[in-house]
């Protein structure tokens, strides 16, 4: 199931920035400690009641050497494009401006559902300043204040109904379903069209239930798969030439109806800061992750070359630690045909379920090797260990207290139950508990 997307637009100082962290619940500048994560985020995940969905904060979206206006346009249009439901956001203390006016003009081109928004009424005694926005003509305007938190409710319950109703695919939990993400100019295509062309691949294109998708359907060496693509990944235009931001958002969507995704590479330009963004999202939504080096046969080479990019590799996606790297070349095919085992490796470790018994082994060998640090006269005593998920592979550890249980502590044993058992490719959850 394809989650709804909510885009928040509107000119530059109404509070988009502000709204957006309100409602994803936390400050996403900062999203996790682990290294390498890289922290802005312009598309994040939400929940309002039973609703769960995503979000997109226009005003992350930057596109330099353009005019002022043109920049909202640009944005604006991105969030057309991506979104189920558009929140127009404005700024009450100035009143409608023509910025605003210019921005409901390009709001009226596209059949979306629209949910005026106006920002900075911070107490009742301001409400009467809402009026002039109905001369916007986007309906009731919803007073909000996204300093003190007000309205919110309001605006998410308006929001919530022009969510579209589910479109779920069920491909069966034997067919594995990946994606290809990456900066543009990767090779994406090539690469796709690259592993199309392999003598035992079986290919039928069937439009995909989920809006805007079409997925790809394969049979390999019995197995099958299906290669989740988004339409607009195809498409040509300046905005999404002139932002690669916009990469990210396509990408979103498609890694969230994966089971295993492909974070592709370019040798030739190296790995840029874009790239470690993308690959941080697939971590993030606990999805299996295969590295995918593609060009290698651009670069000039010696004994030592594959090494050194992996040594690269490793310290630029330090949360990454546990993904595969293959190196290909979508021209010339070069080990394009070791793309589909790994795939099919990593998805077994993904959905993985170990036994408890075998698993408290392994937990009472890496306690007794390492028993965990005191912390002010207080020692951590693991009392049981089980799995409670799969894809990703999650653990719940019942311990005395769960806040002894520090973050290098956590990371000693997962290293320890990698050693144990075949993880490779998938992230792994450990979750301290109280025993009660």
Same mark, same amino acid.
């Given at each position: 199931?394809?989650?709804?997307?909510?885009?928040?637009?509107?000119?530059?100082?109404?509070?988009?920035?502000?709204?957006?962290?309100?409602?994803?619940?936390?400050?996403?500048?900062?999203?996790?400690?682990?290294?390498?994560?890289?922290?802005?985020?312009?598309?994040?995940?939400?929940?309002?009641?039973?609703?769960?969905?995503?979000?997109?904060?226009?005003?992350?979206?930057?596109?330099?050497?353009?005019?002022?206006?043109? #920049?909202?346009?640009?944005?604006?249009?991105?969030?057309?494009?991506?979104?189920?439901?558009?929140?127009?956001? /404005?700024? !009450?203390?100035?009143?409608?401006?023509?910025?605003?006016?210019?921005?409901?003009?390009?709001?009226?081109?596209?059949?979306?559902?629209?949910?005026?928004?106006?920002?900075?009424?911070?107490?009742?005694?301001?409400?009467?300043?809402?009026?002039?926005?109905?001369?916007?003509?986007?309906?009731?305007?919803?007073?909000?204040?996204?300093?003190?938190?007000?309205?919110? !409710?309001?605006?998410?319950?308006?929001?919530?109904?022009?969510?579209?109703?589910?479109?779920?695919?069920?491909?069966?939990?034997?067919?594995?379903?990946?994606?290809?993400?990456?900066?543009?100019?990767? !090779?994406?295509?090539?690469?796709?069209?690259?592993?199309?062309?392999?003598?035992?691949?079986?290919?039928?294109?069937?439009?995909? /239930?989920?809006?805007?998708?079409?997925?790809?359907?394969?049979?390999?060496?019995?197995?099958?798969?299906?290669?989740?693509?988004?339409?607009?990944?195809?498409?040509?235009?300046?905005?999404?030439?002139?932002?690669?931001?916009?990469?990210?958002?396509?990408?979103?969507?498609?890694?969230?109806?994966?089971?295993?995704?492909?974070?592709?590479?370019?040798?030739?330009?190296?790995?840029?800061?874009?790239?470690?963004?993308?690959?941080?999202?697939?971590?993030?939504?606990?999805?299996?992750?295969?590295?995918?080096?593609?060009?290698?046969?651009?670069?000039?080479?010696?004994?030592? /070359?594959?090494?050194?990019?992996?040594? #690269?590799?490793?310290?630029?996606?330090?949360?990454?630690?546990?993904?595969?790297?293959?190196?290909?070349?979508?021209?010339?095919? #070069?080990?394009?045909?070791?793309?589909?085992?790994?795939?099919?490796?990593?998805?077994?470790?993904?959905?993985?379920?170990?036994?408890?018994?075998?698993?408290?082994?392994?937990?009472?060998?890496?306690?007794?090797?390492?028993?965990?640090?005191?912390?002010?006269?207080?020692?951590?005593?693991?009392?049981?260990?089980?799995?409670?998920?799969?894809?990703?592979? /999650?653990?719940?550890?019942?311990?005395?207290?769960?806040?002894?249980?520090?973050?290098?502590?956590?990371?000693?044993?997962?290293?320890?139950?990698?050693?144990?058992?075949?993880?490779?490719?998938?992230?792994?959850?450990?979750?301290?508990?109280?025993?009660?």
């Amino acid at each position: 199931m394809t989650k709804p997307v909510v885009a928040i637009v509107g000119r530059p100082n109404v509070g988009k920035s502000t709204i957006f962290n309100r409602i994803v619940g936390e400050r996403v500048s900062i999203v996790e400690d682990t290294p390498g994560v890289t922290r802005d985020r312009i598309y994040s995940s939400a929940e309002w009641l039973t609703h769960d969905f995503s979000i997109i904060d226009t005003g992350g979206i930057e596109l330099s050497d353009e005019p002022f206006l043109e #920049q909202i346009k640009q944005q604006a249009e991105v969030a057309m494009e991506e979104a189920d439901v558009i929140i127009f956001l /404005t700024n !009450g203390r100035e009143g409608v401006t023509a910025a605003d006016e210019y921005v409901a003009k390009i709001l009226y081109k596209t059949k979306k559902p629209i949910v005026l928004a106006v920002n900075k009424i911070d107490n009742p005694d301001m409400r009467d300043m809402i009026y002039d926005f109905y001369s916007l003509g986007m309906g009731e305007p919803f007073p909000i204040s996204g300093s003190h938190g007000l309205g919110l !409710g309001d605006l998410l319950d308006e929001a919530a109904k022009h969510f579209p109703e589910d479109d779920a695919e069920d491909y069966g939990d034997e067919v594995i379903k990946f994606s290809l993400i990456g900066r543009p100019n990767v !090779g994406k295509s090539s690469l796709i069209n690259a592993v199309l062309g392999q003598e035992r691949v079986i290919v039928s294109d069937v439009a995909g /239930t989920t809006r805007d998708a079409i997925d790809t359907h394969y049979t390999f060496d019995d197995q099958e798969y299906v290669m989740i693509d988004t339409a607009g990944m195809r498409k040509k235009g300046k905005v999404y030439e002139s932002t690669e931001k916009y990469s990210v958002l396509r990408a979103l969507k498609a890694i969230e109806r994966s089971d295993v995704v492909l974070v592709v590479l370019n040798a030739e330009e190296g790995i840029q800061e874009q790239d470690k963004k993308i690959a941080g999202y697939a971590h993030e939504a606990g999805r299996g992750v295969i590295i995918v080096v593609n060009k290698w046969d651009a670069l000039e080479k010696d004994e030592k /070359t594959m090494n050194v990019f992996t040594q #690269q590799i490793r310290e630029h996606f330090l949360f990454l630690d546990y993904a595969p790297i293959v190196f290909v070349s979508a021209l010339t095919k #070069q080990r394009v045909h070791n793309i589909f085992p790994i795939i099919q490796r990593v998805s077994e470790n993904h959905a993985m379920r170990i036994q408890s018994s075998i698993l408290n082994e392994v937990i009472e060998d890496a306690v007794a090797r390492n028993p965990a640090p005191s912390d002010k006269g207080k020692r951590l005593r693991i009392y049981y260990a089980t799995q409670v998920a799969t894809r990703p592979p /999650t653990f719940v550890v019942f311990v005395n207290e769960p806040e002894l249980m520090h973050f290098s502590y956590i990371r000693f044993l997962e290293n320890r139950i990698r050693e144990a058992f075949d993880f490779e490719g998938t992230p792994i959850k450990i979750i301290a508990r109280a025993r009660t």
